[in-house]
């Protein structure tokens, strides 16, 4: 079993910055794939970011303004928001594809609140 564990969302001023985290515990042996994804109320979730194995991908929106990041050595994951703006308000979760010693499945954690809001 694995656990995914977001920290670091927070209300911010539009322009400010914020950094997520995300760590994951359990059975792991290898964490391929870290997404961060974020979900507004009233829509979709959407994918943000991507980091599949050191293939990078960002949504169109956050283009230039967000980064993601891992360390391996702590099965961690990090979305560093700058910019910020009034629409990247929303429930930010954190993806991952993990192999443990019985499989490879995806993993969600329960999502951190971000309030960009003067």
């Known amino acids: 079993q694995v656990q995914l564990v977001e920290s670091g969302g927070d209300l911010a001023q539009p322009g400010g910055s914020l950094r997520l985290s995300c760590t994951a515990s359990g059975d792991i042996f290898k964490v391929f794939a870290w997404g961060w994804y974020r979900q507004a109320p009233g829509n979709q979730r959407d994918l943000v970011a991507m980091?599949?194995?050191?293939?990078?991908n960002y949504a169109e929106f956050v283009q230039g303004r967000f980064t993601i990041s891992r360390d391996n050595t702590k099965n961690t994951a990090y979305l560093q928001m700058t910019s910020l703006k009034s629409e990247d308000t929303a429930i930010y979760y954190c993806y991952a594809q993990v192999t443990t010693t019985r499989s490879t499945d995806a993993y969600w954690g329960r999502g951190t609140q971000v309030t960009v809001s003067s």
């Open positions: 980091d599949d194995n050191g293939s990078i």
